[in-house]
């Protein structure tokens, strides 16, 4: 178990910059999940924590010691990769004892360790096959238990579930967070699933293009994105984003959506707001926040009258799509209000749950003093 | 393969039996005549079968010639030439398809360019440099010759092969606490097995069968190997073909049982199943 340090850690195929100087504290023991969309840099980061990608500049620390230039097999890590990468010549006995085997553990110890490791899998009764005789989620079992069969410094994960079913997905993400609930061993998970990312990080760490955009626990990065794309990729359905105007008047500040809809700013947070007025901005408002039912919302509530586009019935709730100077916004209704396309609707949120963009940094903009968890910020 | 006809089934069966006698027949020709008493191969009209088989044309070639000699420089360099090209071509090959470095492309395509050169364009300079070099008249020649001559297939061939070897394999090795060179030995051989065995079979081939440079390259008689031993007894004034049959038939012995015993790693390979899919 180690903690985990990133330095300015910079990555450069060729002449072309794939990882911009990133800096991350990962501590020992924590579950942090690298969460971004396809060709953000996770892969890359990863394999750079692993060796198999030399660093370009920075550092990498193992509980304060560099480890940047040492070899894969002298950094003791645990790599679960997207491929599996089962040795297909090998029965999963041996896929699991390989790296005991490379460490020359005894026959005794190796076999009480893959049991072990098998048992806590539920693949004991694999133990004998060979990878090509197992189906794709006990494949991916097996590709587990090679890495749980030894005691690395950090486990490393990339994209494991993503060649799984929907339910199969599901199952196992309970599985991996039991087994670190259990090993409390440090995980460094990739995945450009959000989903996957809320449920298991205890660290979420939102990469885009590169760059770190932000550090945070899951409710942190939901409840106080510092940008419109955290706040656009953590969360499903995805947050609405509304060009807005801001606007002032005797009453204070107020947001223009156009069609006549305006929505009203709360005092506390003029000062913070106050610097836009008279600007394009963007408004931002999660489906789960804007809604259409009777419950009373406690303090300061907008609302906004649309026109039903599309009714797409959940179960409990229903997905409400409207349209807005041409553009698809998504709401959350209330099943049992049996709402028809083509009719109007009251919307309603709290003024607690709106944000407001700046669209030209992209910049979330925060009131100083909110009452919500502090927040680390990525440099 | 449902839904063929009985004629078609006829046609097929016919096509396959004169294919295979056009191939077999004369081997068939070969074995049955070195069991013939000499008397018997020339009788006139020919018989397939000797009416009194006999091993006497075996014994003669054991008593009367070099053959266990002949027979013995065979295996030895043909063995010792699929040794040194497979310790040159597995490395080559690896490092061709693992590491990149500045031609790398142009080296893997000019290697296949040397493979287009006859042996009989090369032969009279090899000789030369094995002359200067005091090896002329050795096997250490043939073994070079040989070696050389399969270097460049082999090399293409294993590169396929090891291209063929998903790279996450040996980074999962590498990961799991093995060294590049461990990760080689036990990950990325193992997995290349057909196509190392499919090498060292050709390599084996072509040098059992190779003529031209044992001709030019050795002189002595009891470093010779059997193509140019079993073609030098056609000197003899009176050509004893009930022996050189026999001969034939036992050159190509070893490489029958050689080839049947291979063949299923050739088919078989490792199969799918590491990498997803
Ligand atoms: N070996 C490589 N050579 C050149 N570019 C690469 C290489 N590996 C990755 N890249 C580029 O680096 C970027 C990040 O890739 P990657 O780390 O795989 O992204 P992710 O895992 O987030 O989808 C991509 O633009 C990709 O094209
Ligand atoms: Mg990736």
């Known amino acids: 178990m180690a903690e985990v340090k990133l330095v300015a850690l910079e990555k450069k195929f060729g002449d072309i910059s794939v990882i911009h100087r990133i800096n991350l504290d990962i501590a020992d023991g924590e579950f942090a999940v690298l969460v971004g969309p396809s060709g953000c840099g996770k892969t890359t980061t990863l394999r750079m924590v692993a060796g198999l990608e030399e660093v370009t500049g920075g550092s990498i620390l193992f509980d304060g010691k560099a480890v940047e230039r040492l070899e894969p097999k002298d950094r003791d890590i645990a790599m679960v990769f997207q491929s599996y990468a089962l040795y297909p010549h090998m029965s999963v006995r041996d896929n699991m004892a390989f790296s005991l085997r490379m460490k020359g553990v005894s026959s005794a110890e190796k076999k009480r360790l893959v049991g072990i490791a098998a048992e806590m899998l539920g693949i004991t009764d694999l133990l004998d096959r060979k990878p090509r005789q197992l189906s794709g989620g006990q494949r991916q079992r097996v590709a587990m238990g090679r890495a749980l069969v030894r005691e690395p410094k950090v486990f490393l994960f990339d994209e494991p579930l993503s060649n799984l079913d929907a339910a199969l997905r599901a199952q196992m993400r309970i599985e991996i967070k039991r087994i670190h609930q259990r090993l409390r061993t440090t995980i460094i998970y990739v995945t450009h699933d959000q989903v996957e990312a809320m449920t298991l990080a205890d660290k979420i760490v939102v990469m885009n293009g590169g ?15 510092v940008s419109r794309f955290v706040a656009g990729f953590i969360g499903s359905p995805k947050m609405n984003f509304f060009p807005a105007r801001l606007l002032a008047d005797e009453s204070g500040l107020h947001a223009d959506l156009g069609e006549g809809i305006r929505i009203e700013m709360p005092q506390e947070r003029d000062a913070a707001y106050r610097p836009y007025a008279g600007r394009s901005v963007e408004i931002g408002i999660r489906p789960e926040h804007l809604l259409d039912d009777a419950r009373p919302i406690d303090s300061g509530a907008v609302a906004m009258d649309v026109t039903v586009d599309v009714v797409e019935p959940l179960g409990s709730t229903s997905l409400l799509t409207f349209v807005l100077g041409g553009t698809s916004y998504t709401a959350i209704g209330d099943v049992a209000l049996m709402r028809r396309p083509g009719g109007r609707v009251r919307l309603r949120a709290a003024a607690k749950d709106i944000y407001l963009i700046d669209p030209e940094s992209g910049r979330v903009v925060h009131p100083a003093d909110d009452a919500s968890t502090p927040v680390r910020l990525a440099i | 393969m449902t839904g063929r006809s009985g004629l078609q089934w006829l046609l097929l069966g016919l096509a396959v039996a004169l294919l295979l006698a056009f191939a077999a027949f004369p081997l068939l020709w070969m074995g049955l005549t070195a069991l013939k008493p000499s008397t018997e191969i020339f009788t006139w009209p020919p018989r397939l079968l000797p009416e009194a088989p006999t091993l006497s044309n075996i014994e003669r070639l054991f008593a009367q010639t070099h053959f266990v000699t002949y027979f013995k420089n065979s295996v030895i360099v043909s063995s010792a030439a699929v040794i040194l090209t497979l310790l040159l071509a597995v490395p080559g090959a690896y490092g061709l398809t693992r590491y990149r470095f500045f031609g790398r492309e142009t080296i893997a395509a000019t290697v296949l360019f040397t493979y287009m050169f006859a042996p009989i364009m090369i032969i009279i300079p090899f000789y030369i440099v094995m002359r200067t070099f005091g090896l002329a008249n050795t096997h250490i020649a043939l073994v070079l010759a040989y070696c050389a001559f399969s270097l460049p297939f082999a090399l293409w061939m294993l590169r396929t092969f090891f291209q063929s070897i998903p790279i996450d394999l040996e980074e999962a090795a590498m990961t799991d606490g093995a060294s590049r060179f461990r990760a080689v030995i036990h990950v990325v051989i193992p997995m290349a097995l057909p196509g190392i065995i499919a090498t060292a079979i050709l390599t084996f081939i072509l040098a059992w069968n190779d003529y031209i440079f044992a001709r030019i390259l050795i002189s002595s008689d009891n470093l010779k190997t059997l193509p140019v031993g079993i073609a030098d007894l056609y000197n003899a004034s009176v050509i004893d073909w009930g022996m050189i049959m026999a ?23 490792w199969g799918s199943g590491g990498v997803k899919g």
């Open chain 2, 247 to 269: 001969s034939g038939l036992l050159v190509i012995i070893p490489v029958i049982i050689v080839f049947s015993y291979v063949q299923k790693f050739l088919v078989a390979g």
């Open chain 1, 211 to 225: 760059h770190i955009e932000q550090v945070g626990d899951p409710l942190t990065l939901y409840r106080r994105p």
